[in-house]
């Protein structure tokens, strides 16, 4: 019977302790603070998408990336596509990464950072292709995407080791490894996803509480949703991972913050995919916030993460 693996790592370095965030109690890491004006400068709580795109567009160019990497571009499956490797490395398998971004901004060249640190940390070509994003292409434009990035590659005789995904990227690689497994393509090896956006319906505890989250605005996700949706209700399976039919899926590996918004979807996810007996791990890091694994100054936690990412794909490849 596949494995279900569930753990709550206790912060290792937290001299101050954990630090209110908010009057509901809820925690954050004190590390975080240092991060917060980089954070604020994303502009993701402007009032309109493309407002947060000519915002987060600027502030992520600003954002130095990792030493010891190289990049490429080329065509896709008619779409551009970012090839990333560590250099001194020849790899022969790949991850497939989708971008997060609520489904409606960001782009391969503003978030190159997460690419960057997979390839340094597993030895892997890190592939993230320019999927189309809404209003202007709702669901399921990025999914036909994502699993035409896919099948380009198998065409290529280039092995994938994973498909992964951060935030609604994160949504975006279950809903293509959903499609593939529908098309009945060779499934990828592993699906890698760190903090998930999986219920696009927004029902979780945490957003029904309020909870304040410091690095995804609540607004944000308000407005991601309606776009995204076009239309659509909050639970269709095309266009919410969390309630697509999860049978048969590749093992999964969720890494996600106990600081954030978007948790519960992390734990329904996981316990969704144990009852659908697909293999699966999820890793709740107190005090940790929105996609943490990004951000290589913020706590030796994010390059665990990584570590534990490598050492699952290697398992799995």
């Known amino acids: 019977m596949p494995r279900f693996e569930f753990r709550c790592i206790v912060p290792r370095y937290a001299p101050c302790g954990l630090v209110t965030t908010d009057d509901k109690g809820e925690r954050m890491d004190p590390r975080i603070a240092e991060l917060l004006p980089v954070i604020h400068s994303f502009g993701l709580d402007l009032p309109t998408i493309p407002e947060v795109r000519q915002a ?5 160019a600003e954002v130095p990336l990792p030493e ?3 990049f490429s571009h080329a065509e896709l499956a008619g779409m551009d596509a970012l090839f990333v490797q560590a250099d001194g490395t020849e790899a022969s398998r790949r991850i497939l990464y989708f971008h997060g971004g609520g489904y409606v901004f960001g782009g391969i060249d503003a978030q190159k950072g997460m690419a960057c640190r997979q390839a340094l940390a597993t030895g892997l070509e890190v592939v993230q292709p320019e999927y189309r994003l809404a209003p202007e292409h709702p669901c399921p434009a990025a999914v036909e995407d994502a699993v035409a990035a896919y099948q380009a590659l198998l065409d290529m ?14 949504g975006l690689a279950l809903l293509a490894a959903i499609a593939i497994r529908d098309a009945g393509l060779h499934p990828p090896p ?23 989250d410091v690095a995804l605005p609540r607004s944000l996700l308000d407005m991601a949703q309606k776009a995204w949706l076009g239309g659509r209700a909050g639970n269709d399976p095309q266009a919410s991972a969390l309630y697509a039919d999860l049978n048969a899926l590749p093992p999964t590996m969720i890494h996600v913050g106990g600081a954030e918004l978007l948790l519960d979807d992390s734990t329904r ?6 009852e659908a007996e697909v293999e699966v791990s999820l890793t709740v ?6 996609i943490y694994p990004v951000y290589p100054n913020l706590a030796p936690e994010a390059d665990d993460a990584l570590a534990e990412v490598d050492a699952f794909l290697k398992h799995h490849g």
């Not at 996810?269 to 144990?274: S, V």
């Not at 890091?285 to 929105?290: C, N, V």
């Open 269 to 274: 996810l996981a316990a969704r995919l144990a």
């Open 190 to 212: 592993a699906i890698v996803l760190y903090s998930p956006w999986v219920d696009i319906g927004l029902t979780g505890p945490r957003y029904k509480a309020r909870f304040h």
């Open 285 to 290: 890091r107190p005090g940790m916030i929105h």
């Open 68 to 70: 010891g990497v190289s």
């Open 56 to 60: 987060f567009a600027k502030a992520a």
């Open 157 to 170: 005789e280039r092995p994938v080791a994973a498909i992964a995904g951060d935030s609604s990227g994160g």
